[in-house]
């Protein structure tokens, strides 16, 4: 059928080679896109082969979308008709990703519930020399909890190496890792990665919410000044000085301009190596110096 042939390329020139053949039913399927961790089925397409063939597909990782036709509509009938079909597909996608989002945190609840306290001896709180606090620990696996309103929506799983991964599936954006119980008109910072906010928590006391990605700053933060609007927010940013753009500096300087709240970086002496790039980084090289 050629609108599934040309449905594929259209696939292709985004995700590069696929090894599936498009299903023109209507309904969501899933697939592996290229780059993803093995296993995974990130990649979601829709696609209708009646009247002017059209189609939507994306990524459940990067949470973008497209949408195609085989060619331009002829009348105002046929532009409805692919107008209904994409607003379909859009309820479509988002109850297809509420309910791996409520999959998964149902399955992270359970892992939380069976797991143990974290070992302070874990290879990688030594590594990072910071206390567990909450941590979890299952085999030799830590868990870092993220939450959403107050409940457990995810996990971050860290291993014995360092190597980082969230449950497929679940919610990120605007979900945090908190420590430390936030008060009105005292300090709440807000960074990016958990042994950052660990850090920063040990050395001032105060609490912190781990965004867990620069990405995800802004949108944590919008939600922390709704619902703690008396609280001082200040966004306590990386500063990734050997990464092309330095992501890190840039989101936390965006996040607290559009907050308009408190920025604070880490502060380099004149011989710290180029490679650090958080304040966890600054304060274990500073014990290595003493």
């Known amino acids: 059928m050629d609108c599934v042939i040309l449905f594929r390329d259209f696939l292709q020139s985004h995700y590069g080679p696929l090894d599936l053949v498009p ?17 995974t089925l990130n990649g979601w397409y829709l696609l209708f082969a009646d009247g002017i063939s059209s189609g939507c597909f994306g990524s459940w990782k990067t949470g973008k979308s497209h949408t195609w036709r085989s060619r331009e509509p002829a009348n105002h009938q046929e532009a409805l ?56 620990q299952s085999g030799d696996v830590l868990l870092v909890p993220l939450t959403s309103a107050g409940k457990i929506v995810n996990l971050q799983r860290i291993y014995p190496d360092g190597a980082k991964r969230f449950l497929s599936g679940g919610m990120v954006k605007g979900c945090c890792s908190p420590l430390g119980s936030i008060t009105a008109d ?98 274990q090289w500073r014990e290595l110096c003493q």
Not at 24 to 39: A, L, N, T, V
Not at 103 to 125: F, G, I, K, M, Q
Not at 226 to 254: C, F, M, W
């Open 81 to 136: 008709l692919i107008h209904q079909r994409i607003e379909q597909a859009k309820r479509q996608r988002e109850a297809e990703l509420h309910q791996r989002q409520q999959s998964t945190a149902e399955y992270a609840n359970r892992l939380w519930r069976d797991s143990r306290r974290a070992d302070p001896d874990h290879p990688y709180l030594v590594a990072k020399g910071v206390r567990a606090f909450a941590l979890r």
């Open 186 to 283: 005292q300090p709440l910072y807000l960074c990016e990665g958990w042994a950052t906010g660990a850090t920063i928590h040990t050395e001032t006391g105060a609490a912190v919410a781990c965004a867990m990605n620069a990405g995800n700053l802004l949108e944590v933060g919008r939600k922390l000044q709704r619902q703690h609007p008396d609280s001082i927010l200040i966004v306590a940013g990386d500063d990734d000085r050997q990464t092309e753009g330095n992501p890190g500096r840039s989101y936390a300087t965006k996040a607290a301009t559009v907050l308009g709240c408190g920025l604070v970086l880490p502060q380099w002496p004149t011989d710290a190596p180029q490679n650090l790039s958080d304040f966890n980084d600054l304060r």
């Open 23 to 39: 299903i023109p039913d209507g309904d969501i399927h899933r697939f592996h896109i290229s780059g993803d961790r093995q296993g």
